[in-house]
């Protein structure tokens, strides 16, 4: 359940009563109610948390809420009382025991007359002589570059990790000189928690090449092969161009790659460049046109190149002669 960001104050409305020639008046103060509430979600599963949403501001000296669980494997605080301001915030004292089975708990806030329930799903610990993962490039990235650090890779518990956690092995396999861990060989994803993360250092490469990620939980052992490029290795200028002239760039990699290679170009000073350059699959390097600006003095105009999630190709310089 997603909470409502429109928060609302109280506010006082006046009330008439009418009959025939009479009337009666009284006013009558509306304060902010229950909005919503909500489980936040994270890769300890089994760690509840409780997030309480109101409809505006609590007037002061703020606002009780009444809690429940139906289930004794989540044990939540009677009552919790919220500051006079505060549009919502987190049910301290909520504590957890462990289940044998997936279990279904319904948790509910009372504030007034109002009653808002969720549930949250509490799920046995990973059996540590059966584990069962998976290896993700986090955040789908789909291309690598030699000569970089990786991004991320995930490897992903299908359940909680027990007490005291699982500790595995981070390996290349063949050992594959070509990547290298950034992190220790020896992985732990702690108990409760479903997830460790690994970074790699990846050697240059003047040809499409995979390597094989390994995280080994014992005589289990899940895999994610990682497809590494050429990369970008230089931006070319002329030395100089006379202002108002156009002139002729490229961009050159380290070898042909299996799929197109972006670069962004970003120039400071008198020159108008294309916002990005593609090389092709295939091809070794891409040519593009600049137009450079009359000047009436020499000006340096800096060219800064980046591919992939924000690796930098080496600056590049040129001259603009009157």
Request: proline content about 9%.
């Amino acid at each position: 359940m997603t909470a409502d960001t429109h928060y609302s104050p109280s506010y006082v409305a006046k009330v008439t009563a009418r009959r025939n020639r009479s009337s009666l008046t009284a006013r009558l103060t509306v304060a902010p109610g229950l909005n919503v509430i909500q489980v936040p979600v994270g890769d300890r599963p089994n760690d509840v948390g409780l997030q309480v949403y109101f409809t505006g501001p609590l007037p002061e000296p703020g606002g009780t809420v009444a809690v429940r669980s139906d289930d004794p494997a989540v044990s939540v605080p009677a009552t919790h009382t919220f500051q006079g301001g505060a549009t919502g915030g987190g049910v301290p004292g909520i504590t957890v025991q462990p289940v044998t089975e997936e279990t279904e708990v319904a948790l509910s806030v009372t504030y007034g007359r109002r009653t808002v329930a969720t549930t949250t799903t509490l799920v046995p610990p990973a059996d540590p002589y059966d584990v069962i993962a998976t290896l993700v490039a986090q955040n789908a990235r789909e291309t690598e570059y030699g000569g970089t650090r990786s991004g991320q890779y995930d490897v992903w518990l299908d359940a909680p990790a027990p007490p005291g956690g699982l500790e595995f092995a981070w390996r290349i396999r063949d050992e594959d000189p070509v990547a290298t861990l950034d992190t220790s060989p020896y992985g732990h994803v702690p108990g409760g928690g479903t997830k460790a993360a690994a970074r790699l250092l990846l050697a240059p490469v003047a040809s499409t090449h995979v390597v094989v990620l390994e995280a080994a939980f014992g005589d289990r052992v899940f895999e994610l092969p990682i497809t590494i490029e050429p990369r970008p290795t230089d931006l070319v200028l002329p030395d100089s161009v006379v202002g108002g002239d156009t002139f002729t760039g490229s961009v050159v990699t380290a070898g042909p790659a299996s799929v197109d290679t972006v670069v962004e170009l970003v120039a400071f000073g008198p020159v108008d460049l294309p916002a990005r350059v593609v090389v092709r699959a295939g091809e070794t390097a891409a040519s593009f046109t600049g137009t450079t600006f009359s000047v009436e003095e020499e000006r340096v105009v800096t060219v800064h190149g980046s591919f992939g999630a924000g690796h930098s190709l080496e600056t590049a310089y040129t001259t603009v002669v009157p």
